[in-house]
């Protein structure tokens, strides 16, 4: 069976670590950063990365670029994680990011999320075909 990637966004590290632990609970292959920006730094100077994601679990209010428009910015980049697999996690929305989260078709979380709620996503996302 080809091992399952997954992509952490999450400038808490402590909410990063839990997002990791549920990933590799699913037997999820992880890579996490702090932020988009590192992971944009990291995949322009290292051609061995790529948006080849399973999943993708992002913060919403982090420094430097928001959850939001990280995924916005991953649709010019040749992402190829579909948006019913695409989350973005967040403890205070405002009705205009919202909405654009729902327009960008990705899951919404609401922190904090229990576990089952994303134990929940990941099994409806990991029986979808890409």
């Not at 994601?53 to 980049?77: A, C, H, R, S, W």
Request: glycine share 4%; aromatic share 10%.
């Amino acid at each position: 069976m080809t091992p399952k990637n997954a992509l952490v966004l999450d400038d808490n590290f402590i909410f990063r670590q839990f997002l990791i632990e549920i990933l590799e609970e699913k037997q999820f292959k992880v890579a996490a950063y702090a932020d988009p920006v590192q992971y944009l730094d990291c995949l322009n100077k290292d051609g061995s990365l790529s948006f080849n994601f399973d999943v993708i679990l992002t913060d919403n209010q982090m420094p430097y670029m928001t959850g939001l428009e990280f995924l916005e910015k991953i649709d010019t980049l040749n992402c190829r994680c579909p948006k019913q697999r695409q989350a973005i996690i967040s403890g205070e929305w405002q009705a205009e990011d919202l909405e654009r989260a729902q327009q960008l078709g990705c899951h919404i979380f609401h922190k904090t999320c229990s576990i089952d709620q994303i134990h929940g996503w990941l099994d409806e996302v990991s029986g979808q075909d890409p």
